[in-house]
T-cell receptor
Framework: GQNIDQPTEMTATEGAIVQINCTYQ??????LFWYQQHAGEAPTFLSY??LDGLEEKGRFSSFLSRSKGYSYLLLKELQMKDSASYLC??????????WGAGTKLIIKP | DAMVIQNPRYQVTQFGKPVTLSCSQT?????MYWYQQKSSQAPKLLFH???????NEADTPDNFQSRRPNTSFCFLDIRSPGLGDAAMYLC?????????????FGPGTRLTVT
């Protein structure tokens, strides 16, 4: 079956760095997405990786290892507004997104 | 600003009373999706349209129907809502279904069933 695993909840301190991991098992692979979702709001796109390596975009970076079925989202210089759920989604061979349940990130002052 | 709009933002309906949720987009995207999301769960794809071609997920209950009368609008009809259908319903669009085409989400409609 197809599956996404990511931690349910993480806590970090304002100004620090946090890494949110995601492992995936899909039938074929056409890339991995990260979305941010604030409570009660819609998901917003953060990043897309289809090749191995690190993609940096400001304070946020995303890494992919296709051979390991593994990705992480790295958030630097954490701000209180980064408190949200972070959803990992892998695209399978049918271009269908397989979504994780999200990692709730709690930022403490 | 180009966007995805959902109305209403909050909808209360009675058990068994039909309800329609609407979505419109100004992005001129080919693909429109409807997702159901319950608290602390992954979004669950109900169906999607590629232009006028309708694609129903195998496990979407028959109680859920959809219409896309034109490129800009898409509707979700729940024929006989049950208590288990209370959820956030998210509409999303994308340029294409392939590769790195990101999905743009509307703000969602939170459905309560009494």
């Amino acid at each position: 079956g197809q599956n996404i695993d990511q931690p349910t909840e993480m806590t970090a301190t304002e100004g620090a760095i946090v890494q949110i991991n995601c492992t995936y098992q899909t039938s074929g692979f056409n890339g991995l997405f990260w979305y941010q979702q604030h409570a009660g709001e819609a998901p917003t796109f953060l990043s897309y990786n289809v090749l191995d390596g690190l993609e940096e975009k400001g304070r946020f970076s995303s890494f992919l290892s296709r051979s390991k079925g593994y990705s992480y989202l790295l958030l630097k210089e954490l701000q209180m507004k980064d408190s949200a759920s972070y959803l990992c989604a892998a695209m399978d061979s049918n271009y269908q997104l397989i979504w994780g349940a999200g990692t709730k990130l709690i930022i403490k002052p | 600003d180009a966007m995805v709009i959902q109305n209403p933002r909050y909808q209360v309906t009675q058990f068994g009373k039909p309800v329609t949720l609407s979505c419109s987009q100004t992005l001129n995207h080919n693909v429109m999706y409807w997702y159901q999301q319950k608290s602390s769960q992954a979004p669950k794809l109900l169906f999607h349209y590629y232009d006028k071609d309708f694609n129903n997920e195998a496990d979407t209950p028959d109680n859920f129907q959809s219409r896309r009368p034109n490129t800009s609008f898409c509707f979700l009809d729940i024929r006989s809502p049950g208590l288990g259908d209370a959820a956030m319903y998210l509409c999303a669009t994308s340029r294409d279904v392939q590769g790195g085409a990101e999905q743009y989400f509307g703000p969602g409609t939170r459905l309560t069933v009494t």
